[in-house]
């Protein structure tokens, strides 16, 4: 069966400090992998999405990056935090689009705190 | 933006109560999902509704999704205590060889014992 992945679960940064947020995924292959943000009380904005090795898509500027070095591995970093990356970060992983598969299935996520 | 609109934000019902929530979207669709949150928690897939279906069930939750509307809704019947937790929809529009879903701010339910 297929396993995600997130560490860590709780950081407490200071504004100006670099991030570096991890996810895997286990028991599958090539999978389209995403990068979300879930602001207090709301719903989830994507940030990044990869349909591959070193394929990344933005959705939104912002102060953020992401890489995916391996087939199941998915970072989210930042050079300098702001006070507004604060949030509950969320990796989540689907089968690729030619499977017909369309749901997405979610880590346990990363709450970050930016002070 | 978000397309996604869920209504009510927030409902509070007894255990046994049914508990409806619902969903607006404003573009064309290939299929809708509804989400689960624990509170601190990911997200937990519930169902999944294609644009050419109508009515889905799956154990106590049934779905309804009408295109003429742009609008679905999530039924939970004989609710448990353990179905307090808030719920998502997310539209996927198709296309662009990934599963772009976009996600409404979600229905914070409530079930007291």
């Known amino acids: 069966s297929q396993t995600i992945h997130q560490w860590p679960a709780t950081l407490v940064q200071p504004v100006g400090s670099p991030l570096s947020l991890e996810c895997t995924v286990e028991?599958?292959?090539?999978?389209?992998l995403y990068w979300y943000r879930q602001a207090a009380g709301r719903g989830l904005q994507l940030l990044f999405y990869s349909v591959g090795i070193g394929q990344i898509s933005s959705e939104v500027p912002q102060n953020l990056s992401a890489s995916r070095p391996q087939d199941r591995q998915f970072i989210l970093s930042s050079k300098k935090l702001l006070l507004s990356d604060s949030g509950f970060y969320l990796c989540?992983?689907?089968?690729?689009?030619?499977?017909?598969?369309?749901?997405?299935?979610f880590g346990p996520g990363t709450r970050l705190t930016v002070t | 933006s978000q397309q996604g609109e869920e209504d009510p934000q927030a409902l509070s019902i007894q255990e046994g109560e049914n508990a409806t929530m619902n969903c607006s979207y404003k573009?064309?669709?290939?299929?809708l999902q509804w989400y689960r949150q624990n509170s601190g928690r990911g997200l937990v897939h519930l169902i999944l509704?294609?644009?050419?279906?109508r009515e889905k069930h799956s154990g106590r939750l049934r779905v309804t999704l009408d295109t003429s509307k742009k609008s679905s809704s999530l039924l939970i019947t004989a609710s448990r205590a353990a179905d307090t937790a808030s719920y998502f929809c997310a539209t996927d529009a198709g296309g662009g060889g990934y599963n772009k879903l976009i996600f409404g701010a979600g229905t914070r339910l409530a079930v007291h014992p």
């Open positions: 989540a992983w689907s089968d690729t689009v030619a499977s017909f598969s369309y749901e997405q299935y």
């Open positions: 573009t064309s669709i290939n299929n």
């Open positions: 509704i294609r644009s050419n279906e």
């Open positions: 028991g599958t292959s090539n999978p389209n």
